[in-house]
Structure formats: C-alpha cells, structure tokens
C-alpha cells in the first residue's frame, strides 16, 4: 500500500522558515518524480514545486523562487520542501505527489498524494 505522509508544518511568523518532509513508502515505481502543493479553503489545489529522481530537474512556481527549495533522499525515501522567507500568502495546507514516471509536471496529475500538513504565516 502506498503512502505519503507529510511533517513539519506549524505556525510561523513571516520572514520565519519551515521545512516539510515527505515520507512515502509502498512504491513500486523504479523511478519516479515528485511534488509539493498547496491548497487554501475555496481554491484549487496548485503547484508549488517539482523536482525529478535525481534532482536534476526542479520547477517552481513563480510565487516561491529564491524562497523555496525542494529536494529529496531517496535512499530515505524522503521529499523535503525548505521555505525560507515566509509570506502570510503562503499560508495553506501543503501536500506531497508522487508520480509514476519520471517526468516533473505542474498539473495535478499525479498518482499518489499524502493528506497533507497545514502552514500557517501570522503577519
């Protein structure tokens, strides 16, 4: 059974930071890309960040670069998102995504998705 389980949201003053984890476990998929998120109350789910298996290929919003960094530890089967510069507007709750194929996207087509973990920013 897969899973995605996200950690490390919380409450933060702006200009603070947070880093997000991603644990998954149950895939099959040699190599797969992933993906973090957002999601506020009324809105569609949106991208924020994508990164490929070996990390050589990242996408992010425009909203987030120079901000935000994503990566990940395969050998830990772990995904991290580090948000540097908080912004009351970058409060949401953030998900993980999985793909099965190697190919970072912005879309929600993903295949596998954690419940996701809530970020608040207090300005």
């Known amino acids: 059974q897969v899973q995605l389980v996200e950690s490390g949201g919380g409450l933060v003053q702006a200009g603070g930071s947070l880093r997000l984890s991603c644990a998954v476990s149950?895939?099959?998929?040699?190599?797969?890309?992933m993906g973090w998120f957002r999601q506020t109350p009324g809105k569609e789910r949106e991208f924020v960040a994508g990164?490929?298996?070996?990390?050589?290929?990242?996408l992010y919003t425009d909203s987030v670069k120079g901000r935000f960094t994503i990566s990940r530890d395969n050998a830990k089967n772990t995904l991290y998102l580090q948000m540097n510069s908080l912004k009351p507007d970058d409060t949401a709750v953030y998900y993980c995504?999985?793909?099965?194929?190697?190919?970072?996207?912005?879309?929600?087509?993903?295949?596998?998705w954690g419940q996701g973990t809530q970020v608040t920013v207090s300005s």
């Open positions: 149950g895939r099959t998929s040699s190599r797969y890309a």
């Open positions: 990164i490929s298996w070996f990390g050589s290929n990242t």
């Open positions: 995504a999985a793909r099965n194929i190697n190919v970072v996207i912005t879309t929600t087509n993903y295949d596998d």
